[in-house]
């Protein structure tokens, strides 16, 4: 969506927020799939209720926009002004055990920074792409690790109120890739509280789940991760490859040969042929094992 009125620009401004108009959104997503809109970059968190207020009272459609790594948005114009945050300098503080992190510094970044400060526990998210924001909302796993475990206070913008607040860990449910935060709160600030461990007892943690991901994820390619939630007791990705749709396309949308959850954007998909690839596979899954496979990829989709 594009803002042209130029009083609203001129208060956006003033709020020392910056517009960046007719962006790429493709560009800001690892799948590389996304239509055009303007950007709104906030600085400053103490802008937000401002910046919100007055694009709700102006009645202009916003959506914020984390690290990229899990969403498929919309080709062509997006409905929507997209809101991100910059990433603040320095975005971790260490203070004994706990670590503040700036949640749109990068997540994998932050398990390094922390390592070098003999803090651990995080190992396994090492190759999770994205930001912390985006890893604390859906509770971002793997290898056994889940970052809600670690997570002691989280400072966000919180639509219900309007206002930044600052919620204690025991105050969040922290589920399997959901959490209670509502869908319209942005995430500013967390404080984690890690383990102590050497270095190097880390750096081979580290090693270990990276070439297990190299394995078996298709890391090089294109993608969200995995496309659809586990149901519980089951894998999709298994039941994905065992109906034989490894490499099955829509368009450049491709079910990866490797990891039958993740789906590629093998060139130039779009996000139409992106939706059809999930909604066939979803409809075979159905069909063979009786199972309603749920999208672990957000979708950007109006209500
Ligand atoms: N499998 C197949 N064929 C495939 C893929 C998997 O047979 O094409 C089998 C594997 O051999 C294994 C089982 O399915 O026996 C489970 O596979 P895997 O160990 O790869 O784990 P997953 O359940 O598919 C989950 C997370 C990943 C996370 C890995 C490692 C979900 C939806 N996926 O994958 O997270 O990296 O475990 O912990 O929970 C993501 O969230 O985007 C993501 C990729």
Redesign the pocket.
């Known amino acids: 969506m594009r803002i042209s009125d130029s009083n609203l620009l001129a208060a956006i401004a003033a709020l020392g927020v910056e517009h960046k108009p007719d962006v790429s959104l493709a560009q800001k997503t690892s799948l590389e799939i996304g239509g055009t809109s303007d950007v709104l970059v906030i600085h400053k968190h103490e802008s937000l209720p401002g910046l919100i207020k007055l694009l709700k009272e102006k009645k202009v459609p916003h959506r914020f926009l984390g690290g990229g790594s899990n969403v498929l948005l919309p080709d062509g114009e997006l409905p929507w002004v997209v809101l991100q945050l910059a990433r603040q300098d320095p975005d971790v503080r260490f203070e004994g055990n706990n670590v503040f992190v700036d949640c749109a510094a990068d997540l994998g970044r932050t398990v390094t920074t922390c390592a070098k400060h003999d803090l651990g526990g995080m190992e396994g998210l090492i190759g999770v792409p994205g930001s912390i924001g985006g890893a604390l909302r859906m509770n971002a796993g793997?290898?056994g690790t889940q970052i809600g475990t670690y997570v002691r206070e989280v400072k966000i913008y919180r639509a219900a109120t309007g206002q930044i607040e600052t919620l204690r860990g025991t105050e969040i449910n922290f589920e399997y890739?959901h959490t209670s935060f509502a869908l319209d709160d942005i995430m500013l600030t967390v404080r984690l509280e890690l383990p102590s461990k050497s270095y190097s007892e880390i750096l081979q943690g580290i090693r270990i789940c990276n070439e297990k991901?190299r394995a078996?994820?298709p890391l090089n390619q294109k993608s969200a991760?995995?496309i659809?939630?586990?149901p519980p007791g089951g894998?999709?990705?298994?039941m994905i490859?065992e109906l034989g749709l490894?490499g099955h396309s829509v368009g450049d949308a491709r079910v990866s040969d490797r990891?039958?959850?993740f789906f590629i954007n093998a060139g130039h998909a779009t996000a139409s042929d992106m939706l059809a690839l999930i909604a066939d596979v979803r409809s075979r899954v159905r069909e063979k094992y009786g199972i309603e496979l749920e999208e672990?990829v957000i979708v950007w989709k109006e209500q």
């Open positions: 793997a290898y890739r991901r078996s994820q991760g995995c659809f939630k586990n894998s999709a990705g298994r490859d490894k990891h039958a959850n672990e």
